[in-house]
């Protein structure tokens, strides 16, 4: 059992457990059973009635949900930071840079492959990160792509099928996308609880996405998609029409996509991905635009080596602020709530009872410190499960 108090403020994500749509509790208390659940939230001057363990003291430190990270590529191998330093010089981003880390990936070992996405697996959890998404889309090949997932199951049980991440080189696009129908989703459909596509420019028009979602669909996978990060297209209607859990990047969009995505009917998440945005120096999505419109929106790190080679959701959440229009309440809920509604996942992304115990400890006031201490590590502890990954608890020494 974990018992934390002496929180000056805590979020919970659930308003009907304190203020505003964050349900803000000042002086506030968790306790985290021996089952990793949440089993109490309330008032510091309560929690003795609630446990038989000392409460740990935080001495007026923030309290934030686990952050909720539902789209990143951890598998892979080597680095693009020459392709970055030109971009930087003014080349243009192009999706094909995909296969020069395909070419490494499919050259390493099992343990290096293992051993480079446990790496980054900590780096994000120092950072906040609770629960964290990984793609495959780096092998390209029936047994890289499954030797790929056997490797994101080593850090998550949230692994993601996408094999159709590009056509890989001296490939004909149709048997490619036979082959990812085929053979490929029968191996790799064991290790996946969802189906990605890359549905945009230079990566599979609708009408191929279209089929690889609903061979992925038919095999038992939950759908995901990749759409309108380079240029408009018909990736978002698409995934609407599908009923995908998340629609990821949605960089380019019309009013129409908009209308679809907060449509009464609508499921499908809009997850942006800002430092993707920041790392290739394109147009940020327009964040404002879509939550006005009642879209549903989480935040993502896109963690990998071409475009977004970043783990830290405290500078995602500081992005959403600065540069797309949100406000320092909503950013929060996109990168912990959203994230687990991306993942359809009600166990995470709030501090509530019988939630799981994923909590963390801010240096700071309140979480409006993300975005206004933009870059500074004000991640001081770590909770998951109710167990302390990293950082300490007790302040009160």
């Known amino acids: 059992m974990l018992a934390i108090a002496g929180i000056g403020h805590l979020v919970t994500n659930d308003p009907s457990l304190g203020d505003g749509p964050l349900g803000v509790i000042r002086d506030a208390a968790v306790v985290v059973g021996d089952d990793g659940l949440i089993s109490w939230v309330g008032q510091s001057s309560e929690v003795e009635n609630h446990t038989s363990t000392r409460p740990l003291d935080v001495g007026g430190r923030a309290v934030i949900p686990g952050f909720v990270d539902s789209h990143t590529h ?4 080597g680095d693009r930071a020459s392709e970055f330093a030109a971009r930087m010089a003014g080349e243009p981003y192009k999706a094909g840079g995909i296969r020069i880390t395909m070419a490494a ?9 293992v051993a480079n996405a446990r790496r980054l697996a900590s780096e994000a959890l120092a950072s906040g990160t609770t629960t964290i998404e990984v793609k495959s889309g780096y092998g390209l090949s029936v047994v890289d792509e499954a030797r790929s997932l056997e490797v ?3 850090v998550t049980d949230e692994t993601t099928f996408l094999g159709a991440h590009v056509v890989p080189p001296d490939s004909d696009a149709d048997a490619y996308v036979e082959l990812v129908c085929g053979e490929m989703l029968g191996k790799c459909a064991p290790h996946s609880r969802w189906i990605d596509v890359f549905c945009d420019r230079g990566a599979f028009d609708v009408d191929q996405a279209r089929t690889i979602l609903m061979a992925g669909a038919k095999a038992g996978l939950g759908t995901r998609l990749h759409a309108n990060q380079l240029q408009h297209g018909g990736g978002i209607a698409l995934g609407v029409e599908m009923g995908v859990a998340s629609c990821d990047h949605c960089t380019h969009v019309s009013d129409r996509d908009i209308e679809m995505l907060a ?12 430092t993707a945005e920041l790392c290739t120096r ?3 999505p327009n964040a404002r635009r879509l939550i006005d419109a009642g879209v549903t929106v989480a935040l993502a790190s896109d963690c990998n080596p071409g475009s977004s080679y970043t783990s830290s959701m405290p500078l995602v959440v500081a992005l959403g602020v600065i540069s797309m229009g949100m406000t320092c309440d909503e950013a929060l809920w996109s990168a912990t709530k959203g994230g687990a509604k991306a993942l359809r996942r009600s166990d995470v992304g709030g501090i509530s009872p019988e939630m799981r115990g994923d909590l963390v400890v801010l240096e700071a006031a309140s979480h409006v410190h993300l975005a206004y201490r933009p870059g500074v590590s004000l991640v001081t502890a770590v909770v998951r499960s109710g167990k302390v990954m990293s950082g300490q608890l007790d302040f009160s020494s």
């Open 105 to 113: 990936t499919r050259a390493a070992t099992n343990d290096q492959l």
């Open 282 to 284: 394109s147009p940020f």
């Open 74 to 77: 951890l598998v892979f191998a």
């Open 152 to 154: 994101a199951r080593a």
């Open 263 to 274: 449509g009464a009917r609508a499921t499908t998440v809009a997850t942006l991905l800002p």
